[in-house]
């Protein structure tokens, strides 16, 4: 009996030893961790991975960027002046106030100011749908006018050659959505006051998005057509004027450095030209329309791959705002719940940390998109 009393202490402390602590553990710490420490540089080392892939994807995309520009530098100096600088320079405005905002959010977690982290982070899913609102008008704007990416490329001497007109639409897509904003975030607010913060502070995080994206739109519509007719009056419209006296010529050919429009409408050197003995070339129009006239040196290069590079990358990198926006509302509800501690802030570093590189690859976009010359 006294052998077996003496054992039966012993025979308890595997059991002691292996969950004594998780009675009294943080509910945050996952089963398979032994302390909220270990769970952090885990957590820690695995979004520094996924970053890691992030970067090596985007680096192929700048890569193949890199090439072309190389070969090709003349499609894109003259492509690039379809491109806004203005409302290009205020999303990089917006998204670096949002990345301020997102590394104040951590710090107040790391503080457990739970005001601060929901108000940090709600300001900057505002920024980033006002950074949508504000691609949306770029989008359509060039989509309107003919500018699309390979075979939806149908820009020809400054005409309107695309079927569709969004253009029309954008105004009222404004309208809605800052009336429906506002609305979702009021509603939001008031629950949030009344004893339902998760519900509350998600609704509003909703309402503000909603309401940002409507204010993108007004921003860039309210921009947007100025500086197209600056961009048209410094430098189409003088080309144009160039191409329309030489097209008096019969043996006309693009030269280097004429518009993308001009050059566009014209055959591509030695396709379709009048021979000194004035024969003309054998190649049918159906043909030549499928070359890639617009490219200068008789290229393979033209403006609609420039295009079809800028709409991949933007747009890869607006799928990532997207996903980015609902990765921070995630940290809203968790936060309005107060799950979050000075002890455990891991989602919000992450989330931080994801949110930081979607910023730095549109500092390296804009740049290299925007400002070529």
């Given amino acids: 009996m006294a052998e077996a009393a003496t054992l039966e202490p012993h025979a308890a402390d595997p059991h002691d030893a292996g969950h004594g602590h998780g009675h009294d553990h943080h509910p945050s710490l996952a089963h398979h961790f032994e302390d909220l420490e270990q769970q952090f540089q885990a957590g820690k080392l695995g979004m520094w991975l996924f970053l890691a892939q992030e970067v090596l994807f985007f680096s192929g995309l700048f890569a193949a960027y890199t090439v072309f520009r190389w070969h090709y530098p003349e499609v894109f100096v003259d492509a690039h002046h379809h491109l806004n600088k203005t409302l290009g320079a205020i999303n990089t405005i917006v998204l ?10 951590v710090r107040a977690a790391m503080r457990n100011d739970r005001r601060t982290i929901l108000n940090t982070h709600v300001f900057t899913l505002g920024c980033a749908a006002l950074f ?30 695309a079927d569709w007109h969004f253009a029309d639409y954008m105004p009222s897509l404004a309208i809605g959505s800052l009336v429906i904003g506002a609305a979702i975030t009021f509603f939001g607010a008031r629950w949030a006051g009344a004893s339902k913060p998760v519900k509350g502070w998600v609704t509003a995080s909703i309402g503000v998005c909603v309401l940002s994206f409507g204010l993108g739109i007004v921003l860039a519509k309210c921009i947007m057509p100025t500086e197209a007719e600056v ?6 419209d003088a080309h144009a004027a160039d191409h329309a006296a030489e097209s008096h010529e019969s043996d006309a050919a693009p030269t280097e450095g004429t518009d993308l429009a001009a050059v566009t409408s014209a055959a591509a050197p030695g396709e379709g030209e009048t021979t000194a003995a004035g024969e003309v070339d054998p190649k049918s129009p159906e043909e030549q329309a499928q070359d890639v006239a617009a490219a200068p040196r008789g290229a393979a290069f033209g403006p609609a791959n420039f295009f079809a590079i800028y709409f991949i990358m933007t747009g890869v990198h607006a799928v990532h705002i997207i996903a980015g926006i609902i990765a921070i509302t995630w940290v809203v509800a968790k936060a309005a719940a107060s799950e ?19 910023d730095l690859v549109w500092i390296y976009l804009f740049p290299l998109m925007y400002l070529i010359h």
């Fill in 132 to 161: 949508l609102g504000v691609k949306a008008i770029e989008y359509t704007h060039k989509w309107d006018e003919g500018i699309g990416p390979g075979n939806f490329y149908k820009f020809s001497g400054g005409h309107l050659e």
């Fill in 340 to 358: 979050f501690s000075a002890e455990y802030f891991l989602p919000v570093e992450n989330v931080g940390l994801y949110w930081h590189i979607v």
């Fill in 96 to 105: 670096l106030a949002s990345s301020l905002a997102i590394a104040w959010g």
């Fill in 231 to 236: 961009a048209r009056a410094g430098g189409h």
